[in-house]
């Protein structure tokens, strides 16, 4: 509402003067008004979180149970291991869904601690958070912007802009009123300025308009902290897969606990006990551990695609991402601006070359161009005029760096240009010493400097071309200075619009001979002007995007732009990394007139780019996005992403030029702010997801045989062939290990050829559950239970006979009994490697994790048979030579059995010819 107003009406409606406040008036506003800052809503605490895993989670309230009934039947040992599984269960867990908030706290220290303020006509410094709209704030170069307000004062002024907007261009700032403002983001309205941004160059005099939460900022901070964080689709899966394995182990506990008393003629408390060990064998108590590291294990190998985690389910979630919402400028694209096109002399000259080193050639159609040639066309003194018309400078690289730029890219690239012309930049400012400046603003569109020059003053002058070209009235051709004409004036114009249509921003440079003056106004200055030519520039696309972005065609992913630059250059570097052709530009504008139901059927329709938004306008397109049943990643760097990049399912600041606010609210940080990184994020995403689901199946293998001893103990009579507290040692010991091998199984070929998992798609299926418990679990039941039966005929038993339930031989029987287990995973391990290939195919010995997994195993059990202390703890005792020449052909039997399954199944479904070789 200020924006339109001249200064005095500013002043009126604010309440204020030039002299500000009073003292008096300033204490009774920040009474109505408060402090100046940002508030943190209230948070649940760390204690409270932690210990709803310890209590309130389904696994924990089941293990709390069995603990609890281990103490009443006698078993304190099993009760107090049970209690531990639960703290390390909560652990785990706390660890996987914890996440740093610190984003309001990074919003907090974007506002400066004191500020120069001016109350009762005298300037004097003020903490910031005493500040209350109508307040008179001076503002210079290096400040931080303390609050929301309207520009009174404005002395050649430029602000960044880009904690706000990401975009990394500085913006010039006025202080006339602006009758218009549609063709500006309202962050860049040239005479307001925002909490939080920072002053680059020049000064001026601000009055605020707003304070604390009521600040652009502030209301970025409301927004960040009331979107809910939700579970992401593994912890949703985690949760299912809880439900499914605490119905399971409950209704086989309950059903063999009556099955025990009616049918097998058990005590109460026999069967009770028997109860316990149904539900502590249905229960993977390692799953939840072996989850959360097998998911650290994928965050180190993203890191090394640049790739930083800071939440763990995040890396899963992103490998089923169905959409990409990114930023074009420095994500899409290299984020520096290079000269590619000067049209001078009618005639159109293409530029060689990338980024700020001056190294490249200029070219008419294929003949390259000398030096000579260009200051015959009058390229060399249009190249001179946009070098001496500029305020940026440009640096040789630095121990072997890059060629880099300090002040505006886009002048940075007019310096590059000049350069590899062969102008010496240095020498060019010596010759023509600048003696005064017209800075650019965004309602003149231009900026014009003067220079010494033979024979008097040289008005210099670059902007947009319609501006520059309008006030011009001659040319420069051939040498020549002739008369500009409507046919010249109609060819530049379709010059300039055929570079816009490529995306290419364009610039015009003219000049023109001043009289010696003290003070020079625009008006009087930019007229008249000789008109030299334009200059076209290119933020030009990463050269790794366009593969990238055909990798997630072809994974099913959309890619969706959403970028504050102009269509024309939005949609064209678009076409170039291959978004869509077809894809629908939307504006800004547009945007904000859509209903949720007309966006959400926009977004429907294959890909789209949105430009000319704000930041702020990415959040409803990811809730959009989200309504449609998408799965979306999006990437940000400025402080109006956070609500954005904390709403998505993935958030990814980019880690150059991100603020910290966006790092904070974000899941994953790219190093390189790369968008090819974010496609190999994905495709270790989803090796991730297909190697929980090899360990889940591997685990829950182990369930049918830590089962089938408690049945034959009930339904045979039998000696119970396996504790459990054996059953924890498989589940919390020899297990783990071999499945964080499976969890870093390298991901096979085609998994970016296949489409995003489906989001109703179970990581425990039945064709999961049925592999795990009617096939590889039965195999090891079978396994396991010869081997206690052996154990008990090579130390002369015989069918018939009874068995010792207790003693040497009953310790030696269930030590083999929990050694078939282990012997029967070690090639359960390799089996569930692939689902259907051959393991052979998939390189036999290419996960080395898996071979030091397997010998850590055996170690293990080796540790836990003949150690005193530890046999005794958990019912073991030392096996003899013909125990582990018996159980050494396990590992082969299960293998053989798994291949032969596979073997059928590739038969009567052939792959598909993209998933031939893992």
């Known amino acids: 509402m200020y924006m339109p107003l001249p200064r005095d009406e500013v002043f009126s409606e604010l309440g204020s003067s030039p002299a500000g406040l009073t003292e008096a008036d300033a204490r009774t506003r920040l009474k109505l008004t408060g402090p100046n800052s940002i508030k943190r809503v209230a948070k649940s605490t760390l204690l409270k979180d932690f210990l709803h895993n310890i209590f309130l989670n389904l696994f924990a309230v089941l293990l709390w149970a069995g603990g609890l009934m281990s103490f009443v039947a006698g078993m304190p040992e099993l009760g107090w291991a049970i209690f531990l599984v639960i703290v390390i269960n909560a652990t785990f867990s706390f660890w996987q869904e914890y996440k740093a908030e610190r984003a309001v706290e990074a919003l907090k220290d974007l506002l400066p601690k004191k500020v120069r303020v001016v109350r009762d006509g005298q300037e004097r410094e003020i903490d910031a958070a005493s500040l209350v709209p109508g307040d008179l704030i001076r503002l210079s170069e290096g400040n931080s912007v303390p609050a929301d307000g309207r520009l009174v004062v404005s002395e050649e002024m430029r602000v960044d802009n880009s904690t706000l907007t990401g975009e990394s261009r500085p913006i010039y700032k006025v202080s006339e009123p602006l009758e218009d403002g549609k063709g500006f983001i ?82 109460y408390a026999e069967s009770f006990i028997f109860a316990i060990g149904i539900i502590v064998a249905n229960v993977p108590e390692g799953l939840l551990p072996t989850v959360s590291l097998s998911l650290a294990m994928g965050v180190q190998r993203m890191a090394g695609k640049k790739a930083i985690v800071k939440k763990l389910s995040a890396v899963e979630t992103l490998g089923s991402a169905t959409v990409i919402c990114t930023d074009k400028t420095g994500t899409l694209t290299q984020n520096h601006m290079c000269a590619t096109r000067v049209f001078v002399n009618n005639r159109m000259i293409e530029v060689t070359g990338t980024g700020y080193a001056p190294e490249g050639g200029f070219f008419v159609g294929k003949g390259p161009m000398t030096r000579e040639d260009l200051k015959k066309e009058g390229a060399l003194d249009l190249l001179a005029i946009m070098a001496l018309c500029n305020n940026a400078k440009l640096h040789p690289p630095a121990k072997g760096g890059d060629w880099t730029v300090s002040g505006d890219p886009t002048e940075g690239a007019l310096l590059t240009i000049a350069a590899k012309a062969g102008l010496d930049i240095e020498s060019l400012e010596k010759s023509y010493k600048r003696v005064s400046h017209l800075p650019f603003e965004r309602i003149r569109k231009r900026m014009t400097t003067i220079h010494e020059a033979k024979g008097g003053l040289r008005a210099f002058v670059k902007g947009s071309p319609k501006e520059v070209l309008a006030l011009s009235t001659r040319m420069s051709k051939g040498g020549m200075v002739v008369p500009l004409g409507d046919e010249e004036r109609a060819l530049i114009l379709r010059e300039n619009d055929s570079m816009a249509r490529r995306g290419l921003r364009t610039l015009a440079a003219a000049y023109r001979e001043v009289e010696r003056k003290d003070k020079y106004a625009p008006a009087e200055v930019e007229q008249d002007l000789v008109f030299a030519g334009l200059v076209a520039m290119l933020d030009p696309p990463r050269p790794e995007v366009k593969e990238a972005v055909a990798d997630c065609h072809t994974a099913g992913i959309k890619v969706v732009m959403v970028t504050g630059d102009y269509g024309l250059t939005a949609k064209s570097i678009a076409e170039e990394v291959g978004i869509d052709k077809d894809a629908r530009l939307i504006t800004g504008d547009e945007l904000g007139a859509m209903t949720v139901g007309e966006l959400r059927e926009a977004l429907k329709k294959g890909e789209t780019i949105f430009a000319r938004v704000a930041p702020a306008d990415k959040l409803r397109v990811v809730e959009a996005l989200q309504a449609n049943g998408e799965i979306v990643a999006v990437t940000g760097d400025g402080v109006n992403d956070a609500p954005a990049l904390k709403k998505a399912d993935i958030g990814v600041a980019m880690g150059l030029r991100g603020s910290d606010a966006a790092k904070e609210s974000a899941d994953i940080v790219l190093v390189d702010d790369n968008f090819a990184s974010i496609v190999d994020a994905i495709r270790e995403g989803r090796a991730v997801y297909a190697n929980i689901k090899k360990f889940v199946t591997y685990i829950f293998a182990s369930n049918i045989p830590e089962v089938v001893p408690f049945i034959a103990f009930v339904i045979f009579k039998i000696p119970l062939p396996l504790t459990v507290m054996q059953i924890l040692a498989v589940d919390l010991g020899t297990d783990v290990l071999p499945a964080l091998g499976l969890g870093v199984e390298p991901p096979e070929a085609g998994i970016m050829k296949q489409p995003p998992r489906p989001r109703g798609k179970r990581l425990l299926d039945f064709a999961t559950l049925a592999r795990a418990y009617l096939f590889l679990g039965p195999i090891e039941a079978v396994l396991a239970m010869s081997a206690f039966f052996f154990a008990y005929w090579i130390r002369g038993w ?22 078939g287990i282990v012997a029967s995973q070690i090639g359960n391990v390799f089996a569930c490697r692939t689902s259907t290939l051959s393991v052979f195919s998939a390189g036999f010995f290419r996960n080395r994790f898996v071979l030091f997994a397997i010998a850590a195993e055996a170690a293990l059990a080796l540790v836990l048979f003949y150690t005193p202390y530890l046999n005794r703890v958990f019912g073991f005792a030392p096996l003899g030579l013909y125990d582990w020449a018996f159980l050494s052909a396990f590992p082969f039997i299960m293998l053989i059995a798994e291949e032969t399954r596979k073997a059928i199944m590739r038969k009567a479904r052939p792959l598909a010819p993209s998933h031939q070789k893992a």
């Not at 009055?207 to 593994?234: F, N």
């Not at 009874?802 to 031989?809: D, F, L």
């Open 186 to 267: 309202w962050t860049e309205v040239p005479n307001m300025v925002f909490a939080g941004t920072t002053v680059l160059s020049g000064a001026g005099l601000m009055i605020v308009t707003a304070t604390g939460m009521d600040t652009e900022i502030g209301r970025v901070a409301y927004l960040t902290q009331a979107i809910k964080a939700e579970m992401s689709p593994l912890q949703k899966e985690i949760v299912s897969i809880t439900k499914v394995v605490t119905g399971i182990a409950l209704f086989l506990g309950v059903s063999f606990f009556l099955l025990g008393i009616g049918l097998a003629g058990l005590t």
């Open 798 to 819: 015989t069918p018939g006979d009874g068995m010792e339930a207790s003693g040497a031989i009953y310790a030696a029987a269930t030590t083999m009994t929990f050694a």
